[in-house]
């Protein structure tokens, strides 16, 4: 019933920047939390950033001053906007979105992924 879909991944050298977009679509009647997480080649999947309803924010230590998420409720889009990125950002990355759609379900719901290589 829901969609969600990330975009904007790609090799980037370190120092570089990319933006993410994750998009929600289907019956949707309210989208809460929205979490960007990564998951490094070998490694276990970890927590990058989340934005609540009301806007407020939260960040690993490992990305705290240089990537910044935000919403557009109209949109029904998440970004990360990823600034200053280093070898150690590589990973894909997944949005994961708590949404409630129309019939009165209330659920997290996982993207696809999206691959960010910062590499020389």
């Known amino acids: 019933q829901v969609q969600l879909v990330e975009s904007g991944g790609g090799l980037v050298q370190p120092g570089g920047s990319l933006r993410l977009s994750c998009a929600a679509s289907?019956?949707?009647?309210?989208?809460?939390?929205v979490a960007w997480y990564r998951q490094p080649p070998g490694k276990q999947r970890e927590l990058v950033a989340s934005?609540?309803?009301?806007?407020?924010?939260n960040y690993a230590d490992s990305v705290k001053g240089r990537f910044t998420i935000s919403r557009d409720n109209a949109k029904n889009t998440v970004y990360l906007q990823m600034n200053s990125l280093k070898p150690e950002d590589t990973a894909v990355y997944f949005c994961n979105a708590d949404i409630r759609v129309v019939t009165g379900i209330r659920r997290g719901y996982w993207g696809q992924g999206t691959q960010v290589t910062a590499s020389s």
């Open positions: 934005i609540t309803t009301g806007g407020n924010t």
């Open positions: 289907g019956r949707i009647s309210a989208i809460y939390t």
